[in-house]
Each structure stands twice: as C-alpha cells, then as structure tokens.
C-alpha cells in the first residue's frame, strides 16, 4: 500500500506545479486556491496513516471538475487526462488494498 500511495503523492505533486504556474482562466470560474487546498488534504490523508477519502479524490480529478477546467484553459488538459487516468487506476489499487 506504501507504493501506491507514493506514487499518488507523486502524481498529485504533478499536478499541484501544473495548478501553480497555471493563469486564472477567463471562462472558469474555478477557484487555484481552492485546487491547491484540495490537493493538499488529499496529500495530507495519503502520507497519514488513516484512511483516504477515494470517492472526494476522484471527484478532485473527475470530467468537467476543477482541475480539469484548470488544465484546459492554460494548454495541458491533455496531460491532464494522462495524469486523472494514473490517479484513477492508484486510487483503485489503494481501495482493493483496505
């Protein structure tokens, strides 16, 4: 369970700097602030040793969610999908490890 939660704080570390150097979209009423704070619980619950809130997780990187508006109004929502899809397949292993 150790390497899969290792690898999601790896993948969320990702997407944390592509949140950070990314530009409040026009369009998106999407709050940076609001993304950064999500992903920091969601890295917070993932290096403790209790247990992770999956469903809020992929909420987090789920179609049409925060980070997805984020990623296509600053040119890498394709990285985007790439990343959403590697967090999903984790977030499955870390739900069939508890």
Do not use: C, Y
Not at 2 to 27: F, N, T
């Amino acid at each position: 369970m150790h390497d899969v939660k290792q690898h999601l704080i790896s993948k969320l570390d990702m997407v944390s700097e592509l949140v950070r150097q990314s530009e409040p979209g026009l369009w998106s009423g999407s709050s940076h602030q609001s993304a950064m704070d999500s992903l920091k619980r969601l890295r917070v619950q993932l290096a403790a040793s209790g247990p992770v809130d999956i469903i809020k997780a992929r909420l987090l990187f789920a179609p049409t969610g925060i980070l997805q508006e984020i990623s296509i109004d600053n040119d890498w929502g394709h990285h985007f999908l790439e990343l959403a899809r590697d967090v999903d397949r984790l977030l499955g292993q870390l739900n069939e490890q508890a």
